[in-house]
């Protein structure tokens, strides 16, 4: 008895060591892959003395910016050679401006021509004056989404020249500062062209507080306005330029800015807001529509209770075809919402999946529309516009601040590629990917039906209005 006790005693001891040498392997993996991936790039202290002059502080901070070559990833050598020949090029100025500033660091992240690799869209959104619209490019064109109390009568309106220059021109000339494919290039395309100083730097401009649009009513009517530029303004509208698109207050002053879509908060596009996940049943229950802004946490708000009540509700249901929409989610973690989006078709065998992406759904968003697709096979489809990325680019990383301007850049660092299975080169590669396999052909929509102001100010939506076309 004495022997089988011990026996016993020895077994636990060797169970219990084992789990817990795999608590510590997990946790050491965990921590390593951290570090790699995010912390390895953080950017060293700066080692200036205190700037005597503002000269001399933008100075220093683009001699800071060359350790973003090495932060990031993605620069080829000849790149990294490219974008030091920039920053020598503006270290030749005795003060370079706020706006030459901005714009040196956007081109040189621009160079990486990878997505996630751009400055931060709050070091233009409030750092520098801004004209009292926000705009977004959609398929079809450049609208005035909102507007302070000067400019409300633009509200709508599609501008089709910045400064005398046609809008096809501007946008050659701004795509050179951000990376990435052409569509996500015109999603940040306004935080440009909304700010005269960035404009004159660029040589689209003459003034560096004015700016002068020609725009086109619903009627097609032009009329030509000058605008001056107001400061920055975090409290009244978003970074991101086409969250302003949406029809809910924003901020801590909604009161002065107007939406053009005010009123449209009925449309499942919009409903819900501000609350960043949303679902309903449609078609009397023979549908079902499921809606994700972001893929994390939100405040109070967890999403991973959020997939758990949502597969709840799907598996009473029991809809013939799901909806899932998104079109306005700009990423966050996929690993949180990987079960529930690779098994969704296992969840309901004989529906169909629609996913509804636009040049908007970018990063872990991407990655989540891309396992539905994965596992629904000939069920699942994608419906709307081509998402914001390429189907290889490289996340994780950090933020890459310049110490004296507070611009700051994202350093990105680990690839994710979904075109195989087999990324290459391994050392470089997302570890996770390999634990959540996916290849799919393309990310390009099976149904094209992209969102255009026109559809919208009308209450449609053409994404939604196909599926329902096929499913009705």
């Given at each position: 008895m004495k022997?089988l006790w011990?026996?016993?005693?020895?077994?636990?001891?060797i169970?219990?060591?084992?789990?817990?040498?795999?608590?510590?392997v997990v946790?050491?993996?965990?921590?390593?892959?951290?570090?790699?991936?995010?912390?390895s790039?953080?950017?060293p202290?700066?080692?200036?003395?205190k700037?005597?002059?503002?000269?001399?502080?933008?100075?220093?901070?683009?001699?800071?910016?060359?350790?973003?070559?090495?932060a990031d990833?993605?620069?080829?050598?000849?790149t990294?050679?490219?974008a030091?020949?920039?920053?020598?090029?503006?270290?030749q100025?005795?003060?370079?401006?706020?706006a030459?500033?901005?714009?040196?660091?956007?081109?040189?992240?621009?160079?990486?021509?990878?997505?996630?690799t751009n400055?931060?869209?709050a070091?233009?959104?409030?750092?520098?004056?801004?004209?009292?619209?926000?705009?977004c490019?959609l398929?079809?064109?450049?609208?005035?989404?909102?507007?302070?109390?000067?400019?409300?009568?633009?509200?709508?309106?599609?501008?089709?020249?910045i400064?005398?220059?046609?809008?096809e021109?501007?946008?050659?000339?701004?795509?050179?500062?951000t990376?990435?494919?052409?569509?996500?290039?015109?999603?940040?395309?306004?935080?440009y062209?909304?700010?005269?100083?960035?404009?004159?730097?660029?040589?689209?401009g003459?003034?560096?507080?004015?700016?002068?649009?020609?725009?086109?009513?619903?009627?097609?009517?032009?009329?030509?306005?000058?605008?001056k530029?107001?400061?920055?303004?975090?409290?009244?509208?978003?970074?991101?330029?086409?969250?302003?698109?949406?029809?809910?207050?924003?901020?801590?002053r909604?009161?002065?800015w107007?939406?053009?879509?005010?009123?449209?908060?009925?449309?499942?596009?919009?409903?819900?807001?501000?609350?960043?996940?949303?679902r309903?049943?449609l078609?009397?229950?023979?549908?079902?529509y499921?809606r994700?802004?972001?893929?994390?946490?939100?405040g109070?708000?967890?999403?991973?209770a959020?997939?758990?009540?949502?597969a709840?509700?799907?598996?009473?249901?029991?809809?013939?075809?799901?909806?899932?929409?998104?079109?306005?989610?700009?990423?966050?973690?996929y690993?949180?919402?990987?079960?529930?989006m690779?098994?969704?078709?296992?969840?309901?065998?004989?529906?169909?999946?629609?996913?509804?992406?636009?040049?908007l759904?970018?990063?872990?968003?991407?990655?989540s529309?891309?396992?539905i697709?994965?596992?629904g096979?000939?069920?699942?489809m994608?419906?709307?516009?081509l998402?914001?990325?390429?189907m290889?680019?490289?996340?994780?990383?950090?933020?890459?601040?310049?110490?004296?301007?507070?611009?700051?850049?994202?350093?990105?660092?680990?690839?994710?590629d979904?075109?195989?299975?087999?990324?290459e080169?391994?050392l470089?590669?997302f570890?996770?990917?390999?634990?959540?396999?996916?290849?799919?052909?393309?990310?390009?929509?099976?149904?094209?039906?992209?969102?255009?102001?026109?559809a919208?100010?009308n209450?449609?939506?053409p994404?939604?209005?196909?599926?329902?076309?096929?499913?009705?």
């Open positions: 022997k011990q026996r016993l005693k020895m077994s636990a001891f169970a219990v060591s084992g789990i817990v040498a795999i608590a510590v946790a050491g993996a965990i921590f390593g892959m951290n570090y790699y991936y995010n912390d790039v953080k950017p202290a700066p080692h200036f003395r700037p005597r002059s503002l000269g001399e502080a933008r100075r220093d901070d683009l001699e800071f910016l060359r350790g973003f070559l090495h990833w993605g620069y080829t050598d000849a990294r050679r490219q030091s020949t920039l920053i020598a090029r503006a270290e100025s005795p003060a370079p401006s706020l030459v500033l901005t714009l040196t660091a956007a081109k040189v992240a621009a160079l990486a021509d990878n997505g996630h400055i931060e869209m070091s233009i959104a409030n750092h520098l004056d801004r004209i009292p619209v926000r705009t490019v398929h079809d064109g450049l609208f005035v989404v909102r507007a302070r109390p000067e400019a409300r009568a633009l509200l709508g309106d599609r501008i089709v020249a400064n005398g220059h046609p809008i021109a501007v946008r050659s000339v701004l795509d050179g500062y990376g990435g494919a052409p569509q996500w290039r015109d999603t940040r395309l306004p935080l062209l909304e700010t005269p100083s960035l404009l004159q730097s660029a040589g689209l003459a003034s560096d507080t004015t700016e002068t649009l020609t725009v086109q009513d619903r009627q097609n009517a032009s009329q030509t306005v000058t605008l530029a107001v400061a920055p303004d975090p409290d009244g509208t978003t970074a991101a330029p086409c969250d302003n698109l949406r029809p809910e207050a924003i901020g801590k909604p009161a002065v107007t939406s053009a879509l005010a009123g449209r908060s009925d449309m499942l596009l919009f409903q819900g807001r501000p609350a960043p996940f949303f309903t049943p078609l009397g229950g023979r549908g079902y499921v994700f802004d972001q893929n994390d946490d939100d109070g708000v967890d999403i991973q959020f997939t758990r009540d949502t709840t509700a799907l598996v009473a249901a029991k809809p013939k075809f799901v909806i899932v929409d998104m079109r306005f989610n700009s990423g966050g973690d690993l949180l919402t990987a079960g529930f690779r098994g969704l078709p296992r969840l309901l065998p004989q529906a169909n999946f629609y996913v509804l992406i636009s040049p759904t970018f990063s872990a968003a991407m990655t529309s891309a396992f697709k994965y596992a096979g000939s069920r699942a994608f419906v709307g516009d998402p914001g990325d390429r290889r680019f490289r996340a994780e990383g950090g933020e890459f601040c310049l110490p004296y301007s507070g611009i700051c850049l994202m350093a990105r660092t680990a690839l994710h979904y075109t195989t299975t087999d990324c080169p391994l470089q590669c570890l996770p990917d390999r634990l959540f396999p996916l290849v799919i052909n393309s990310m390009k929509p099976d149904v094209y039906a992209p969102l255009t102001f026109a919208l100010t209450g449609r939506d994404a939604v209005d196909a599926v329902l076309a096929r499913e009705e």
